[in-house]
């Protein structure tokens, strides 16, 4: 059974960092493009940021171009997201999700089968 693990979450000042963490199980990362969404309170889920199946391809929305990064580990079978120069704006539950994602660099998408539970980013000073 395909299962996804987020960690990383916390409180965390405004301009301040942090990585999430996506532990997948149940199938191999290597094959498979995978990305996080976000939601914020009181705003719909969105999709921020994925990486493709062989790593060819990466999107991001441009709410957090040119302060996330996504990257992904095929030995721990794990995928993250660096975030940096956090703002109040980027408080939200983040969730990381797989399936038969269609991820380019222009377009994040397709039937996202699997979700993780989702961990908790607040930032406030």
């Known amino acids: 059974q395909m299962q996804l693990m987020e960690s990383g979450g916390g409180l965390v000042q405004p301009g301040g960092s942090l990585r999430l963490s996506c532990a997948a199980s149940?199938?191999?990362?290597?094959?498979?493009?995978i990305g996080w969404f976000r939601q914020a309170p009181g705003k719909e889920r969105g999709g921020i940021s994925c990486?493709?199946?062989?790593?060819?391809?990466?999107y991001y929305a441009d709410s957090v171009k040119g302060r996330f990064t996504i990257t992904k580990d095929i030995v721990k079978n794990t995928v993250y997201l660096e975030m940096t120069s956090l703002e109040p704006e980027d408080t939200a539950v983040y969730y990381c999700?797989?399936?038969?994602?269609?991820?380019?660099?222009?377009?994040?998408?397709?039937?996202?089968?699997?979700w993780g539970q989702g961990t908790r980013v607040t930032v406030s000073s």
């Open positions: 149940g199938f191999t990362l290597e094959y498979y493009a």
């Open positions: 999700v797989t399936g038969l994602v269609v991820c380019t660099n222009y377009y994040f998408g397709g039937n996202l089968d699997y």
């Open positions: 990486i493709g199946s062989k790593n060819t391809s990466t």
